[in-house]
């Protein structure tokens, strides 16, 4: 890590001129299990914008599935507010709603069985979003083939999934997801049942896809590999963001490219700031810490005089 | 051993909590049980109500005559000592009864009378007297035992020996009082010897009887009339005596009126002879035949006046309902043949002993009606144990494929197939054994039958195959491999090699059987008769289990042709419901079975039942001919001079007729004996217009014939019965001669058929219209019967009006016949079977909606729940459910129907129903399409409503939560 900074609102690099396709403002999520309440998102806020790839990452239980549940309209928050490509999801009708899932968003889920539907074809499963949306037949065929080509499976089209590999079936479930041009796929742990070559597969075909294609990609995954494909990695704790890692390439005197990998604390609107865990840790910090202002920066300190208490 | 049979399985406790964490389905399983085993064990017991009701109703409520021994004899048995005069008639009858009759028949019999008759006498006014109408009248005496307990004297006294009256006797006897008086004081003193056969005075025997007052007043007598009688010499009695020996004269003279105080009891015997005299009457004559009650006493002394004189002696046996009930019928009936056959004989000399008696066609009758309704019973028995097994299959698979994920688990711990069969077997004995069990204790305790074996039987056989398919739908999850279980999606059940073989060696079976029976029915080889038969039991159940797993073998046929018209169209509903349809494992598709056995029976059993409440209606037209039919008691009422049809009460249409029961038929040389109908077929057509009584009468019954009409040159149309003896068969075409008694008639036959109205079944017939006859203009041709159509409640005011019009005519109903048809204990309760059967399948059939519903709910929910992610809509997902849930519903309920229908239409002459419409007539098979409407909107409605609550709660499930997104 080299520096720790805290963007204030938006993300650091991002323009403030265009919206961003992603806003999630101060979510929470309360589940109720029998008589308990678990709280899965506490004021949560996130911003993406149209284009990115970026993973969301983070212990389990944190929140990061709940989040992108909320994000793909099969769950909503408690409180909060939440846009997506202009769509308020706390204010959807069910008309809207089903829009919303044939065009603005596309899905590929961790298990690679539950990506397909098991009796239709690769090409069949591909058409299905269309299928949905009224797409006519032959513009379904043409674009179902266009982007099995696209994932690299165009040999395999009239296979089922129970005759494709894991990797092939998320290829397919990735072509399934990007069938209707949606604004955004949301892809929760999709290299989980998948080795590591294979997830190297996966990621490079999303990565493709959202260079090609230019559709926003958000990633739920614990996968370490992640991080060399994304431009930002957002880390959930406790329901909420708790640092972002953008990535940039640069390159240097002797003209070869480099990756730069730069972690910020994430402030929210009311100011709360989250501190990593490390700094804590070392420096001992408690209950309370001092903060003095600089011209350029914030000091902390710990309140050794309260921990003296 | 319990220690032991716990280890291997996976532990009583572990097993309970499974079936737990299932309900809804384990209480539907022993739900089912229970119901099936109510009605199984119920079955057998209510047969042994049944039965006894039906034994007592035979032998209780038919003509005693019929139920009853009567021992004959005629000849001449002599007098006992004066104390008891008729000691040698009770004796001989006493040592009849205890030397010939069976034992079981001595058994069952619980009291016993004698009576005698006297030959008949012509009656004359006493000499100088005139009689009271111009009609010729008859007398004869008779006793009868114990008749003063069942008479008693309203007028004058009981009669009693008189000493002889000396009279004048003789053909040339003057009429004048007065001459009479001084020819016999001439006579008297000796002033006059009377040459031989001339008039003469002699002692005449004197006898006192008691009539009844319809008697005396049909007869012109009252108390202390006096009357001449003269032997008949017609009555076969006085066969054999030369006819001077018969020219004696007796005295008769009323002693008292007497009045019998229960006609109806059955010591009557249903024998009027004592309460009025038979009278033969047309419409301006009429001949009066009347019995009186002689004193005992003059028995010996009539012996000598009545010379060689044969008398008709009757012993009558009254059989007990009581004793009947707990006799075994098996050994009376075959005691009881061989004695009446011994003692009926076609050929006899008078003096030998005869035995009329119709008990034993009487039981025969029971117990071949018992038969049919055993079969009738078992045939439900068979149909509710295969819906039961069918449906139980079902929610079974149901269970399993819930338990799929728990049973990969204990295979992946190491469980073996035995262990995971065992504790099937533990959980179907759980499931099934309390409600078996309890529905038998709730039959023993509600129905007192006391077939305890049977119903045992069928209790058992009940377990063992509702346990057999628990075990059967476990099988696969024990036994395939543990790496194609683990799949999610797993369509890899093939069927095994055994499993078709099985499969195809049962369809062979049920072809075998509908064709084998059906070639029965054809050659009226009904093996029902008196037998139970298996096969026949089984048959429709087999047959309807065959055509479900040929439907389960079409039905992804039709489905991948709908699939592939789908595809070939927009949307998604249709091109992916029918692709989830053909990716399903076998089991999914049982549900077309469960249809198929379930809606097969009702419909079978609708229909059978249709048939029968059809055949009834029919039968009792048969029977009757009519609503209405008004004839004589006994000899024929001339309705046009007795009657007054037109007046008689509300009616909407009538028919005149003329019956002739003993007429003859000559083809060639040979005759036969026949009944012919002479009918007003005009009428009559109009009266059955539109009823199941419906004639449709030819043309050529209907106006004059025209001139010589009944001559070799103009011989009238007639139908005539398609069944004669051997040794004569007209045809179509024929000319024959009919012989109406008092006139032949040359008629062609102009049409067959098997039965007409009014005229007993069997019975040899002739119908001719009687507009041919009435161009005769013969009294002997004058209407015997008249046919009124109308409702049922006119019945009791046509009754009242006739009775006061003609009280010699009597006015049978045809509502009243029905009903003791359908009152009958045997046939209302196999009708009942029927139903309880039809709305147990229907039940049933609706079960297996919500059941098939729920067997693939859960890759359903699942699937949705993606496709949801991929925009698919409300309305798209509603579709979805219902295009998986419509087409097995669809294919197995027209399927079943269909199956059904052709079961009823193939079978049914094989079911023979004709002996629960009354046995009048066959019972044509009646498809009542509303039913069958009724039994599909029943199941479609309800999947209607069970896809609405399925898509309803399938709407408040969290996409999320079904696909298991996260780990949170």
């Given at each position: 890590?080299?520096?720790?900074?805290?963007?204030?609102?938006?993300?650091?690099?991002?323009?403030?001129?265009?919206?961003?396709?992603?806003?999630?403002?101060?979510?929470?999520?309360?589940?109720?299990?029998?008589?308990?309440?678990?709280?899965?998102?506490?004021?949560?806020?996130?911003?993406?914008?149209?284009?990115?790839?970026?993973?969301?990452?983070?212990?389990?239980?944190?929140?990061?599935?709940?989040?992108?549940?909320?994000?793909?309209?099969?769950?909503?928050?408690?409180?909060?507010?939440?846009?997506?490509?202009?769509?308020?999801?706390?204010?959807?009708?069910?008309?809207?709603?089903?829009?919303?899932?044939?065009?603005?968003?596309?899905?590929?889920?961790?298990?690679?069985?539950?990506?397909?539907?098991?009796?239709?074809?690769?090409?069949?499963?591909?058409?299905?979003?269309?299928?949905?949306?009224?797409?006519?037949?032959?513009?379904?065929?043409?674009?179902?083939?266009?982007?099995?080509?696209?994932?690299?499976?165009?040999?395999?089209?009239?296979?089922?999934?129970?005759?494709?590999?894991?990797?092939?079936?998320?290829?397919?479930?990735?072509?399934?997801?990007?069938?209707?041009?949606?604004?955004?796929?949301?892809?929760?742990?999709?290299?989980?049942?998948?080795?590591?070559?294979?997830?190297?597969?996966?990621?490079?075909?999303?990565?493709?896809?959202?260079?090609?294609?230019?559709?926003?990609?958000?990633?739920?995954?614990?996968?370490?590999?992640?991080?060399?494909?994304?431009?930002?990695?957002?880390?959930?704790?406790?329901?909420?963001?708790?640092?972002?890692?953008?990535?940039?390439?640069?390159?240097?005197?002797?003209?070869?490219?480099?990756?730069?990998?730069?972690?910020?604390?994430?402030?929210?609107?009311?100011?709360?700031?989250?501190?990593?865990?490390?700094?804590?840790?070392?420096?001992?910090?408690?209950?309370?810490?001092?903060?003095?202002?600089?011209?350029?920066?914030?000091?902390?300190?710990?309140?050794?005089?309260?921990?003296?208490? | 051993?319990?220690?032991?049979?716990?280890?291997?399985?996976?532990?009583?406790?572990?097993?309970?909590?499974?079936?737990?964490?299932?309900?809804?389905?384990?209480?539907?399983?022993?739900?089912?049980?229970?119901?099936?085993?109510?009605?199984?064990?119920?079955?057998?017991?209510?047969?042994?109500?049944?039965?006894?009701?039906?034994?007592?109703?035979?032998?209780?409520?038919?003509?005693?005559?019929?139920?009853?021994?009567?021992?004959?004899?005629?000849?001449?048995?002599?007098?006992?000592?004066?104390?008891?005069?008729?000691?040698?008639?009770?004796?001989?009858?006493?040592?009849?009864?205890?030397?010939?009759?069976?034992?079981?028949?001595?058994?069952?019999?619980?009291?016993?009378?004698?009576?005698?008759?006297?030959?008949?006498?012509?009656?004359?006014?006493?000499?100088?007297?005139?009689?009271?109408?111009?009609?010729?009248?008859?007398?004869?005496?008779?006793?009868?035992?114990?008749?003063?307990?069942?008479?008693?004297?309203?007028?004058?006294?009981?009669?009693?020996?008189?000493?002889?009256?000396?009279?004048?006797?003789?053909?040339?006897?003057?009429?004048?009082?007065?001459?009479?008086?001084?020819?016999?004081?001439?006579?008297?003193?000796?002033?006059?010897?009377?040459?031989?056969?001339?008039?003469?005075?002699?002692?005449?025997?004197?006898?006192?009887?008691?009539?009844?007052?319809?008697?005396?007043?049909?007869?012109?007598?009252?108390?202390?009339?006096?009357?001449?009688?003269?032997?008949?010499?017609?009555?076969?009695?006085?066969?054999?005596?030369?006819?001077?020996?018969?020219?004696?004269?007796?005295?008769?003279?009323?002693?008292?009126?007497?009045?019998?105080?229960?006609?109806?009891?059955?010591?009557?015997?249903?024998?009027?002879?004592?309460?009025?005299?038979?009278?033969?009457?047309?419409?301006?004559?009429?001949?009066?035949?009347?019995?009186?009650?002689?004193?005992?006493?003059?028995?010996?002394?009539?012996?000598?006046?009545?010379?060689?004189?044969?008398?008709?002696?009757?012993?009558?046996h009254f059989v007990d309902p009581d004793l009947v009930e707990t006799a075994d019928l098996d050994t009376l009936q075959s005691e009881l043949e061989p004695f009446l056959l011994r003692f009926t004989p076609v050929v006899a000399r008078p003096t030998d002993y005869r035995v009329i008696s119709q008990l034993s066609d009487l039981i025969q009758s029971h117990l071949e009606q018992r038969s049919h309704t055993v079969a009738m019973v078992s045939l439900a028995v068979a149909g509710i144990l295969t819906v039961v097994v069918t449906v139980t299959l079902l929610l079974a698979v149901l269970m399993t494929g819930r338990q799929r994920r728990s049973i990969v688990l204990e295979r992946n711990r190491g469980a073996s197939r035995g262990q995971l069969t065992l504790t099937r077997i533990y959980e179907g004995l759980l499931i099934v054994v309390p409600g078996a069990l309890l529905g038998f204790l709730a039959a023993a305790l509600l129905f007192t039958g006391t077939d305890y074996l049977f119903s045992y039987r069928a209790t058992t056989i009940l377990v063992l195959a509702s346990l057999l398919v628990l075990v059967a739908a476990g099988l696969p999850l024990f036994t395939r491999r543990l790496g194609s279980l683990q799949r999610e999606y797993d369509n890899s059940f093939k069927s095994s090699p055994g499993r078709v073989v099985a499969e195809v060696l049962l369809v062979t079976l049920a072809i075998g059987t509908f064709f084998l029976l059906q070639r029965r029915g054809e050659a009226d080889d009904l093996t029902t008769d008196g037998e139970f038969d298996l096969l026949l039991a089984l048959a429709p159940a087999l047959i309807a289990v065959a055509s479900g797993l040929v439907a389960m073998r079409i039905y992804p046929l039709f489905i991948r042709s709908l699939g592939w018209v789908a595809s070939k169209r927009p949307g998604v509903v249709g091109f992916v419901g029918f692709k989830r349809i053909l990716s399903q494992p076998s089991a999914a598709r049982l549900p077309v079975l469960v249809f198929v056995v379930c809606v097969a029976t009702a419909i079978t059993t609708s229909i059978t039942a249709d048939s029968i409440r059809g055949g009834q209606e029919t039968g009792s037209w048969q029977v009757v001919g009519a609503d209405y039919s008004?004839?004589?008691?006994?000899?024929?009422?001339?309705?046009?001079?007795?009657?007054?049809?037109?007046?008689?009460?509300?009616?909407?249409?009538?028919?005149?007729?003329?019956?002739?029961?003993?007429?003859?038929?000559?083809?060639?040389?040979?005759?036969?004996?026949?009944?012919?109908?002479?009918?007003?077929?005009?009428?009559?057509?109009?009266?059955?217009?539109?009823?199941?009584?419906?004639?449709?009468?030819?043309?050529?019954?209907?106006?004059?014939?025209?001139?010589?009409?009944?001559?070799?040159?103009?011989?009238?149309?007639?139908?005539?019965?398609?069944?004669?003896?051997?040794?004569?068969?007209?045809?179509?075409?024929?000319?024959?001669?009919?012989?109406?008694?008092?006139?032949?008639?040359?008629?062609?036959?102009?049409?067959?058929?098997?039965?007409?109205?009014?005229?007993?079944?069997?019975?040899?017939?002739?119908?001719?219209?009687?507009?041919?006859?009435?161009?005769?203009?013969?009294?002997?041709?004058?209407?015997?019967?008249?046919?009124?159509?109308?409702?049922?409640?006119?019945?009791?005011?046509?009754?009242?009006?006739?009775?006061?019009?003609?009280?010699?005519?009597?006015?049978?109903?045809?509502?009243?016949?029905?009903?003791?048809?359908?009152?009958?204990?045997?046939?209302?309760?196999?009708?009942?079977?029927?139903?309880?059967?039809?709305?147990?399948?229907?039940?049933?059939?609706?079960?297996?909606?919500?059941?098939?519903?729920?067997?693939?709910?859960?890759?359903?929910?699942?699937?949705?729940?993606?496709?949801?992610?991929?925009?698919?809509?409300?309305?798209?997902?509603?579709?979805?459910?219902?295009?998986?849930?419509?087409?097995?519903?669809?294919?197995?309920?027209?399927?079943?129907?269909?199956?059904?229908?052709?079961?009823?239409?193939?079978?049914?002459?094989?079911?023979?129903?004709?002996?629960?419409?009354?046995?009048?007539?066959?019972?044509?098979?009646?498809?009542?399409?509303?039913?069958?409407?009724?039994?599909?909107?029943?199941?479609?409605?309800?999947?209607?409503?069970?896809?609405?609550?399925?898509?309803?709660?399938?709407?408040?499930?969290?996409?999320?939560?079904?696909?298991?997104?996260?780990?949170?």
């Amino acid at each position: 890590m080299t520096t720790t900074t805290a963007p204030t609102g938006t993300t650091a690099g991002r323009s403030d001129v265009v919206a961003p396709l992603i806003l999630c403002d101060n979510l929470v999520k309360i589940y109720k299990v029998a008589d308990l309440e678990v709280v899965a998102l506490q004021g949560l806020d996130l911003m993406v914008d149209e284009g990115e790839f970026i993973a969301i990452v983070g212990a389990s239980g944190s929140g990061k599935s709940t989040l992108l549940n909320i994000l793909g309209g099969l769950d909503t928050p408690s409180a909060g507010g939440v846009r997506v490509s202009n769509y308020d999801l706390l204010d959807l009708t069910g008309a809207q709603r089903t829009s919303y899932r044939r065009r603005v968003i596309g899905f590929v889920w961790q298990q690679t069985a539950r990506n397909l539907l098991p009796y239709l074809t690769a090409r069949e499963n591909v058409e299905m979003p269309m299928t949905l949306d009224g797409g006519k037949a032959k513009y379904r065929r043409h674009r179902a083939l266009e982007l099995l080509d696209q994932v690299g499976l165009a040999d395999r089209q009239d296979h089922r999934p129970s005759e494709l590999s894991g990797g092939e079936q998320q290829r397919v479930a990735i072509a399934t997801a990007i069938a209707n041009n949606p604004k955004v796929v949301f892809a929760d742990e999709p290299t989980g049942e998948l080795d590591t070559s294979t997830s190297a597969e996966i990621f490079d075909v999303l990565q493709t896809v959202n260079k090609e294609s230019g559709v926003t990609i958000v990633v739920v995954t614990h996968d370490p590999l992640v991080a060399e494909h994304v431009n930002r990695t957002v880390a959930i704790r406790d329901g909420r963001t708790s640092s972002e890692v953008l990535r940039r390439t640069e390159v240097d005197a002797e003209g070869e490219h480099r990756t730069i990998a730069e972690e910020f604390a994430v402030l929210d609107r009311v100011g709360r700031l989250q501190l990593p865990h490390e700094y804590v840790d070392a420096l001992e910090l408690q209950r309370r810490v001092r903060l003095t202002l600089d011209p350029d920066h914030i000091n902390v300190w710990p309140d050794r005089e309260g921990s003296d208490e | 051993m319990a220690n032991r049979l716990g280890s291997l399985s996976l532990g009583m406790r572990v097993i309970a909590r499974e079936l737990r964490s299932q309900p809804s389905v384990v209480i539907s399983i022993a739900v089912t049980t229970l119901i099936a085993s109510v009605l199984l064990a119920a079955a057998p017991r209510q047969l042994e109500v049944v039965s006894a009701e039906d034994l007592r109703a035979t032998v209780s409520e038919p003509d005693p005559a019929q139920r009853n021994i009567r021992v004959e004899r005629f000849g001449r048995l002599g007098a006992g000592p004066d104390d008891d005069p008729m000691r040698s008639i009770r004796e001989s009858g006493d040592f009849f009864a205890e030397m010939e009759f069976p034992p079981s028949l001595q058994e069952i019999v619980s009291d016993h009378y004698y009576l005698v008759d006297t030959p008949r006498f012509a009656v004359s006014p006493m000499p100088g007297e005139e009689p009271p109408h111009p009609f010729p009248r008859f007398l004869s005496f008779r006793y009868q035992e114990h008749i003063d307990d069942q008479s008693m004297v309203v007028e004058g006294e009981l009669p009693s020996p008189q000493d002889p009256i000396t009279m004048l006797v003789g053909t040339d006897c003057p009429l004048d009082p007065d001459e009479r008086a001084a020819l016999e004081e001439e006579l008297e003193s000796g002033a006059v010897q009377p040459a031989e056969d001339s008039c003469r005075l002699e002692d005449v025997a004197h006898y006192q009887v008691a009539i009844s007052a319809r008697t005396a007043e049909d007869m012109g007598l009252e108390v202390g009339s006096q009357v001449v009688l003269t032997p008949d010499a017609t009555d076969p009695l006085f066969n054999g005596i030369p006819t001077d020996a018969l020219a004696y004269q007796i005295v008769v003279s009323v002693s008292g009126i007497i009045e019998l105080t229960a006609v109806e009891d059955e010591y009557w015997y249903a024998d009027p002879t004592l309460h009025r005299p038979t009278i033969r009457e047309t419409a301006d004559f009429r001949i009066i035949f009347a019995t009186g009650l002689m004193a005992p006493e003059d028995y010996r002394s009539m012996l000598s006046t009545m010379g060689d004189a044969g008398r008709s002696y009757v012993w009558r046996h009254f059989v007990d309902p009581d004793l009947v009930e707990t006799a075994d019928l098996d050994t009376l009936q075959s005691e009881l043949e061989p004695f009446l056959l011994r003692f009926t004989p076609v050929v006899a000399r008078p003096t030998d002993y005869r035995v009329i008696s119709q008990l034993s066609d009487l039981i025969q009758s029971h117990l071949e009606q018992r038969s049919h309704t055993v079969a009738m019973v078992s045939l439900a028995v068979a149909g509710i144990l295969t819906v039961v097994v069918t449906v139980t299959l079902l929610l079974a698979v149901l269970m399993t494929g819930r338990q799929r994920r728990s049973i990969v688990l204990e295979r992946n711990r190491g469980a073996s197939r035995g262990q995971l069969t065992l504790t099937r077997i533990y959980e179907g004995l759980l499931i099934v054994v309390p409600g078996a069990l309890l529905g038998f204790l709730a039959a023993a305790l509600l129905f007192t039958g006391t077939d305890y074996l049977f119903s045992y039987r069928a209790t058992t056989i009940l377990v063992l195959a509702s346990l057999l398919v628990l075990v059967a739908a476990g099988l696969p999850l024990f036994t395939r491999r543990l790496g194609s279980l683990q799949r999610e999606y797993d369509n890899s059940f093939k069927s095994s090699p055994g499993r078709v073989v099985a499969e195809v060696l049962l369809v062979t079976l049920a072809i075998g059987t509908f064709f084998l029976l059906q070639r029965r029915g054809e050659a009226d080889d009904l093996t029902t008769d008196g037998e139970f038969d298996l096969l026949l039991a089984l048959a429709p159940a087999l047959i309807a289990v065959a055509s479900g797993l040929v439907a389960m073998r079409i039905y992804p046929l039709f489905i991948r042709s709908l699939g592939w018209v789908a595809s070939k169209r927009p949307g998604v509903v249709g091109f992916v419901g029918f692709k989830r349809i053909l990716s399903q494992p076998s089991a999914a598709r049982l549900p077309v079975l469960v249809f198929v056995v379930c809606v097969a029976t009702a419909i079978t059993t609708s229909i059978t039942a249709d048939s029968i409440r059809g055949g009834q209606e029919t039968g009792s037209w048969q029977v009757v001919g009519a609503d209405y039919s008004v004839k004589g008691f006994g000899p024929d009422v001339n309705i046009p001079g007795s009657v007054d049809v037109e007046s008689l009460g509300p009616h909407s249409a009538s028919a005149l007729g003329k019956t002739f029961p003993n007429a003859r038929i000559q083809a060639g040389v040979r005759s036969a004996r026949t009944e012919a109908l002479a009918i007003d077929a005009t009428s009559y057509q109009t009266l059955t217009e539109g009823t199941a009584g419906d004639v449709a009468l030819p043309a050529f019954l209907s106006g004059d014939p025209g001139p010589d009409a009944g001559t070799a040159s103009n011989p009238i149309p007639v139908i005539i019965s398609a069944n004669w003896p051997a040794d004569i068969d007209p045809s179509v075409g024929d000319v024959i001669t009919l012989d109406l008694g008092t006139l032949r008639l040359q008629v062609v036959v102009r049409e067959t058929r098997d039965r007409y109205p009014d005229i007993a079944t069997g019975v040899p017939f002739v119908v001719v219209g009687l507009d041919a006859l009435a161009t005769f203009d013969q009294l002997s041709l004058t209407p015997t019967v008249a046919y009124l159509r109308a409702t049922r409640d006119a019945g009791d005011e046509l009754a009242a009006n006739l009775d006061d019009q003609a009280p010699s005519a009597r006015l049978i109903s045809r509502y009243e016949t029905l009903d003791s048809i359908i009152e009958d204990p045997f046939i209302g309760w196999a009708v009942m079977v029927l139903q309880v059967l039809f709305y147990f399948a229907v039940t049933f059939a609706v079960v297996a909606v919500v059941a098939s519903l729920a067997v693939a709910s859960s890759t359903r929910r699942r699937d949705l729940a993606y496709l949801r992610t991929l925009g698919l809509d409300t309305g798209q997902a509603t579709g979805m459910t219902v295009i998986e849930q419509l087409p097995p519903t669809l294919v197995g309920t027209a399927f079943g129907a269909l199956v059904g229908v052709m079961t009823a239409l193939g079978l049914g002459q094989v079911f023979n129903l004709d002996v629960f419409t009354g046995g009048a007539v066959p019972a044509p098979i009646v498809i009542d399409w509303t039913v069958v409407v009724l039994v599909a909107a029943a199941i479609f409605g309800v999947l209607a409503a069970a896809v609405v609550i399925f898509v309803i709660v399938n709407r408040r499930v969290e996409v999320s939560r079904v696909l298991r997104v996260g780990e949170e």
